[in-house]
């Protein structure tokens, strides 16, 4: 318990240092791909090589979080979001939707791989996330469901 506590508590204070030297993107991108990271990381091992596991993507999680975050501006996050929220609502598992900054010329896309629902009705999809900066492309994947008001909202 003591080993866990330990390395949880090293692998939460080098992401943090990790996000705070950047601005609120680079930082939002550290958080986001430490905790996406983390989720990825813990799906291996057992016991003290689980934990490592979660260490490990916690931490690529965050260096890579951090660098795409750095990277993308406002209006390729409002695309990347419209694409994601239509793709989500719209699209067949498999078929994805793509964005494009001309300004930036940073793109992206987003592909629903598989639709579930949960025990309390609601519905939620797998997807693909995709972040193509300069030569630089990105994979990430992740849970969203539908809210009441008809968005998707991330929840893995």
Known sequence: MFKKSLVLMAVAVLVS???STGGPKQTGGAL???IGGAAIGSQFGKGDGQLVGVAAG????ALIGSEVGASLDKADKMYANQTAQSAL???PTGQGGSW???DSGHSGAVVPTKTFQTNSGQYCREFTQ???IGNDIQEAYGTACRQPDGTWKIVQ
């Open 17 to 19: 240092g990790c996000g």
């Open 100 to 102: 494009s900054n001309p």
């Open 58 to 61: 916690t931490l690529l999680g």
């Open 130 to 132: 995709t972040v193509q």
């Open 32 to 34: 986001l791909g430490g």
């Open 89 to 91: 609502e719209s699209n």
